[in-house]
């Protein structure tokens, strides 16, 4: 990890994964599963945050799905690649850049719908439609109960 701390030479963060459910195609000769790249980002304090919750995130996925599974941070430097641990995290961000808010690539995930998540889609008659979640569970107020009256602006005045 020196070698990443010196900074010498263009870096970035990878985030892999692998899963005991990804398609035979993406194995080893083995059939054990292999790595798989998901997103790529700048070697910035922001990159390497991005692809920390990048991790977070396909965890989730990961768990959800079950079966045996990891989801890593890589430093890419000079042609090798390297898993990056939490205690050099830590002393990479204190050297890196503030960056700009870029990701570079991101890639399709590999992992099926879910059972339950298919016969919803089945029954609906297609996929479903792409929106924000919501960040915070909702939890009820007054203001849920007003009725929302039109506003009328006068542009004449």
Same mark, same amino acid.
């Given at each position: 990890? !020196?070698?990443?701390?010196?900074?010498?030479?263009?870096? !970035?963060?990878?985030?892999?994964?692998?899963?005991?459910? #990804?398609?035979? =195609?993406?194995?080893?000769?083995? @059939?054990?599963?292999?790595?798989?790249?998901?997103?790529?980002?700048?070697?910035?304090?922001?990159?390497?945050? =991005?692809? %920390?919750? *990048?991790?977070?995130?396909? %965890?989730?996925?990961?768990? *959800?799905? &079950? @079966?045996?599974? /990891?989801?890593?941070?890589?430093?890419?430097? @000079? &042609? &090798?690649?390297?898993?990056?641990?939490?205690?050099? *995290?830590? *002393?990479?961000?204190?050297?890196?850049?503030? @960056?700009?808010? !870029?990701?570079?690539?991101?890639?399709?995930? +590999? +992992?099926?719908?879910?059972?339950?998540?298919?016969?919803? #889609?089945?029954?609906? &008659?297609?996929?479903?439609?792409? /929106?924000?979640?919501?960040?915070?569970?909702?939890?009820?107020?007054?203001?849920?109960?007003?009725?929302?009256?039109?506003? #009328?602006?006068?542009?004449?005045?």
């Amino acid at each position: 990890m !020196k070698n990443i701390l010196a900074l010498s030479t263009p870096m !970035k963060f990878m985030v892999r994964y692998w899963s005991s459910l #990804i398609p035979d =195609n993406y194995r080893e000769d083995d @059939g054990s599963p292999c790595w798989v790249d998901y997103s790529l980002h700048p070697a910035s304090k922001l990159g390497l945050h =991005n692809a %920390l919750l *990048a991790v977070h995130d396909r %965890l989730d996925i990961l768990q *959800a799905h &079950g @079966g045996d599974y /990891e989801c890593a941070v890589f430093v890419l430097e @000079g &042609g &090798g690649i390297e898993m990056l641990t939490q205690e050099n *995290a830590s *002393a990479l961000f204190s050297v890196l850049p503030r @960056g700009e808010v !870029k990701w570079l690539d991101i890639r399709d995930f +590999l +992992l099926p719908l879910r059972p339950d998540d298919s016969s919803s #889609i089945e029954e609906s &008659g297609g996929l479903p439609i792409a /929106e924000q979640l919501p960040l915070f569970e909702h939890v009820h107020t007054p203001y849920d109960d007003l009725e929302a009256r039109p506003h #009328i602006l006068d542009v004449d005045v």
